[in-house]
């Protein structure tokens, strides 16, 4: 074993990777060098950047199934306390990331929203221009009117939030969206890295008590709003600075990039 700032390197083919992206590399069995370096380097960056400890959940869609793509980075076990995800109904699973029908499908992350700190972020890289009624990731409790969302849909977006937030059309949902809600009364979206609006409404404290879905909304009669968009990496966890949601955009880029898939 070898010792590094970032804690205990583990060891697979005769290369050295971080612990932690090595625990990933072993549960999802994946084989490529050029994967499992950018597992590697992911890891290596969130945590150089201080935003690894802020992650809930981590989804890198990286080996092209569905066995792969269901592994939480942060935990890589195969149990719901891992938050690994359940695929329901039509998904197609390739090497560019998860795609949902639009129609049915939906992956359960088995993380309630209670379990999210109240300041909190939503991302999802979205490799499909369409925009419409859709909901990325979220969930959403009408008995509360709490909502927990990353929804991309036009001219307007909302992320781990209570009301959209409004910005200049968009008819290209491709890139990497993120939803930070840094308190009661400051909420932002991004798309790859540039603000496209803020709010300083004062929104409730508390989140729904409701499971988070990926590629739909989990709503008190079931998954609904169900997303037709190709997510290359997706995450939960506690909201993000200006500053680290830029480098966070840098992180995740550059993962992409190295995997050839990229927008």
Known sequence: MIVSTHGIIGSSGGVSY???????????????????????????????????????????????????????LKDPRDLDAAYRLVFVNGWTHSSTGALPNGTDAYADTKLSALNVSTTNHLSYYSRTTSVGVTCEVGCYDST???????????????????????????????????????????????????????????????????????????????????????????SIGDGLTDAEE??????????NTTLSRNI
């Open 18 to 72: 971080d612990v932690d992206a090595q625990a990933f590399i072993t549960a999802t069995g994946i084989t490529n060098n050029t994967q499992k370096s950018a597992v590697n380097q992911l890891v290596l960056d969130l945590k150089s950047y201080s935003i690894w400890t802020k992650m809930k959940a981590v989804y890198p869609f990286v080996g092209g199934t569905a066995t792969t793509h269901k592994y939480n």
């Open 144 to 234: 509360t009117a709490t909502i927990n969302q990353l929804r991309v849909c036009g001219n307007y977006a909302s992320g781990s939030i209570s009301l959209p937030l409004s910005f200049t059309s968009t008819t290209d949902a491709k890139g990497f969206w993120v939803g930070s809600k840094r308190g009661i009364s400051d909420r932002e979206i991004y798309k790859n890295s540039t603000s496209e609006a803020t709010s300083s409404t004062v929104e409730p404290t508390n989140n729904p008590n409701k499971i988070i879905y990926l590629g739909a909304r989990n709503e008190n009669t079931g998954a609904n709003l169900f997303s037709n968009k190709e997510c290359a990496f997706a």
């Open 246 to 255: 830029a480098n966070f955009y840098t992180v995740v880029q550059n993962f």
